[in-house]
Every structure is written in structure tokens, then in C-alpha cells.
């Protein structure tokens, strides 16, 4: 739109640090094409995976689009980081067990359509779950009113990541996310804050070696419960007063309770309810 088109498309053109998005095609939506004067390599599409509930619990990486105008295989958040982590020197590699990504320190398993709780989830694409670093500020904000008015100090955005993008309801660019059902007002965060979340982890997870959410395989879960069930059998089995059962009931399940909460401070995403009935 002129004014200033011309310029904006000639800067997007010749920066080659500025990452432009588009949006794939779906059921739903025919998809938004990226700025035409932005070089392919320096497209990312923005899409955002959505569970069942509504709830932004993972992110998508990689994914293979067919048709459409966004037909780039990288996500935002991950053109981003890896960007970032070629000029610190690290490049993505593939680990020979099952070609998982290896960025630094880390290895990001991909999720499966059965992973962890997930049961038949469209895991299509290349899938992390999504380690929220906060729920309000996940970063430094600035407005465009400061930017434009000179507000800004340059080690704010010296050798850093920075992404442009709305943070207005009225855009309706807004998700839920884990943190929601505990917040009386701005309930949902805008796509972009959801970006610099899976930003902070790829990186923090690459540099720092940030924890990972890790998930039990399928025969570990199948363990974990009848493990259980073998407790709940052996308490009924040889405690036959009812009083005492219901006392070691209650024992047994404040144990369960308790793993399971001390096992998600540290990462570890497993099923409780099964094995709690």
C-alpha cells in the first residue's frame, strides 16, 4: 500500500536479517502469500498448532506444504533461531537414532501421533511440545509509537532476535494456551508472544540446556499404569479391614499425586489418571 511500499518492498529485499511469514493453506483458510520481494530463503510460514480443546500446546518446526503460496518447510519461530544459532556456530544436525534434530546440546524428538497423553493427534510436520517460558512477559516489549518516537535503546535489539507482530485482540491473531483457565483477564496470547516462547526454547534448550518436556513411550506407559494397579490390587489383597485399605489408599494415591507433580517440575509429562483409577 503507498505510500512507502516501494521502500518497505526494496528494505525486505536486501536485509538479509529480516525473516518474513506467510500462511499455509487448510481446511479453513486458503492461506496468505509472503511479501513477493523477500527471497525464498528468508520466508517462514506462522501457523500455529491448535489441540482439539482450542489450546496451544505444541509447535511446529518443520512441515511439508503441496499447494497453496506459503509453500516454505520452515516455521517463524525456528527460521529465527537458527539463524541466530548459525552466527553463534551451531548448525541443525540429524541423529542417526530416528533423524532427530540435534541443535547444540539439545535433541528435539519429535511428537508422535501417541506420544505422552496424546492419543491420534495429527502429528504431521516435525512437532515439539511447547515449554512456556512465562505467561505474561516471555520478553522485552516495546510499542510501535516508542520506535517510531526514538524510545528505544540499540542494546535492546543489538544482537538479538526481534519480532514484528501485533499484540491487539481486535486483530483476533489471539490463542489459548495452558496458562489461560488461570487468568481473570487476557485470557489468550497473541501469535507473536507464542513465537518468542517457542523462540526461547529452541535457544535455551541449544545454549543453556533448558529442560526439554519428555514423555514416556508406549510400553513405559503401559508399565507405569499396570504398576500401579498391582499397588492397588496388593493394598486390597492384604489389607482386608477397611479402614486400614482406605488409609493406604489415600497413601498410595498422595504418592501417585506427588511423583507425578515432582516428575513435571522437571519435565516429565505422565499420565496420572489411568493409573489413579
Known amino acids: 500500500v503507498e505510500p512507502g511500499h ?6 525486505l529485499n536486501q536485509s538479509d536479517r529480516i525473516v518474513a511469514i506467510c500462511k499455509m493453506v487448510d481446511e479453513d483458510d486458503p492461506g496468505v502469500a509472503p511479501p513477493p520481494s523477500v527471497p525464498a530463503d528468508r520466508v517462514s510460514f506462522s501457523d500455529l498448532v491448535v489441540d482439539a480443546d482450542g489450546v496451544v500446546r505444541r509447535a511446529l518446526l518443520f512441515a511439508s506444504p503441496n499447494q497453496g503460496k506459503c509453500l516454505t518447510p520452515f516455521s517463524f519461530s525456528f527460521q529465527m533461531a537458527r539463524r541466530y544459532l548459525e552466527k553463534e556456530g551451531i548448525q541443525p544436525k540429524n541423529r542417526p537414532l530416528g533423524k532427530h534434530l540435534q541443535l547444540g546440546k539439545a535433541v528435539f524428538p519429535p511428537l508422535e501421533a501417541n506420544s505422552g497423553s496424546y492419543q491420534g493427534i495429527d502429528a504431521r510436520g ?11 512477559t516471555v520478553a522485552q ?4 509509537s516508542q520506535v ?12 538479538r532476535i526481534v519480532l514484528i507482530g501485533t499484540t491487539a485482540p481486535s486483530v483476533r491473531d489471539i490463542f489459548n494456551t495452558p ?10 496470547m497473541p501469535g507473536v ?6 523462540v526461547s526454547q529452541i535457544l535455551s534448550s541449544a545454549l543453556d540446556n533448558r529442560t526439554l518436556l519428555w514423555y514416556l513411550p508406549q510400553w513405559g506407559e503401559m508399565l507405569w499404569v499396570w504398576g500401579w494397579s498391582l499397588v492397588g490390587g496388593f493394598i486390597v489383597w492384604r489389607l482386608r479391614h477397611p479402614l486400614r485399605m482406605s488409609l493406604a489408599g489415600v497413601a498410595a494415591l498422595s504418592s501417585l499425586v506427588g511423583i507425578g507433580y515432582g516428575l513435571l517440575i522437571v519435565g516429565g509429562w505422565i499420565p496420572l489418571v489411568p493409573p489413579i483409577l
Not at 516501494?6 to 528494505?11: G, Q, T
Open 148 to 159: 517510531l518516537n526514538n524510545q528505544i535503546k540499540p542494546e535492546w535489539v543489538r544482537d
Open 193 to 198: 508472544v507464542i513465537h518468542a516462547q517457542v
Open 179 to 188: 496458562y489461560s483457565a488461570g487468568k481473570q483477564q487476557q485470557r489468550k
Open 126 to 136: 516435525y512437532q515439539l511440545l511447547l515449554n512456556y517460558r512465562s505467561a505474561n
Open 6 to 11: 516501494n521502500r518497505l518492498a526494496k528494505l
Open 141 to 144: 516489549q516495546v510499542t510501535l
